[in-house]
C-alpha cells in the first residue's frame, strides 16, 4: 500500500457516541489530519455537511442512528454540496446484509468497530487509489461496486459442466 499525504484532508464525523468521536478525531490527528468536524446526529451531519463541504465523511450506524438515511441525503438530496463526497460507513454491525445494505446504499468503504488507525488509514488509502467511478441506475447512485477492473465480455462465462455442477452443489459460490 503506497503513503498518502492526508494532511490536508477535511474530515466529518457523524458519531452520536462521545467517547467513539474523540477516539475517531485522536486518531484523524495523528493521522495529520486538521480538519475535523463534527456532528452527534445524522440530522445536524447533514447540516455539517452542507457548510463545511468536507473531502471525506465518516458515519456511525446503528440502532437508533440513521447512518444509512445520512448517507442517502448526501448521495441524492438536492442540498448535497458533493454527491460524489467518500463516505466509510464505521459500525459495529458487520454481518455481511448489513456491508450489502450499506454498499447499495452508496457507501464508498465499510470499517466494522472496533477500529484501529492502521484500519482506518487502510480505507482512506483504498479510497485515495481506486478512484472508482460513480454509477446511476434506476434506485442506486453510488460509487461503481465492481472491485476488479476486468473487461466486460459477451461471451458466457460459465460452461454448461460448471452450470451442472452448480446446480447438484449448493455450497459452491457463484
Do not use: C
Not at 20 to 36: A, D, F, N, P
Not at 126 to 145: C, L, M, Q, T, W
Not at 158 to 173: E, F, I, L, P
Amino acid at each position: 500500500m503506497k503513503n498518502f499525504d492526508i494532511t490536508k484532508l477535511s474530515v466529518l464525523i457523524v458519531e452520536k457516541h462521545p467517547p467513539m468521536r474523540s477516539m475517531l478525531r485522536g486518531i484523524l490527528r495523528e493521522l495529520g489530519i486538521q480538519k475535523i468536524y463534527e456532528a452527534l446526529a445524522p440530522e445536524s451531519g447533514f447540516e455539517t455537511f452542507v457548510q463545511k463541504s468536507p473531502d471525506l465523511v465518516l458515519i456511525d450506524w446503528g440502532p437508533d442512528f440513521d447512518g444509512i438515511r445520512l448517507l442517502d441525503q448526501i448521495r441524492s438530496d438536492e442540498e448535497s454540496v458533493n454527491l460524489f463526497a467518500p463516505v466509510i460507513m464505521v459500525t459495529a454491525y458487520g454481518e455481511l446484509e448489513r456491508v450489502i445494505e450499506a454498499r447499495d446504499a452508496g457507501m464508498t468503504e465499510y470499517l466494522a468497530k472496533p477500529v484501529s488507525a492502521k484500519r482506518l488509514y487502510q480505507r482512506i488509502a483504498v479510497i485515495a487509489e481506486s478512484n472508482r467511478s460513480f454509477v446511476r441506475i434506476s434506485e442506486f447512485f453510488g460509487p461503481d461496486r465492481r472491485r476488479k477492473n476486468a473487461a466486460l465480455s459477451t461471451k458466457e462465462r460459465r460452461t454448461r459442466a460448471s452450470a451442472t455442477n452448480d446446480s447438484h452443489d449448493k455450497s459452491s459460490v457463484a
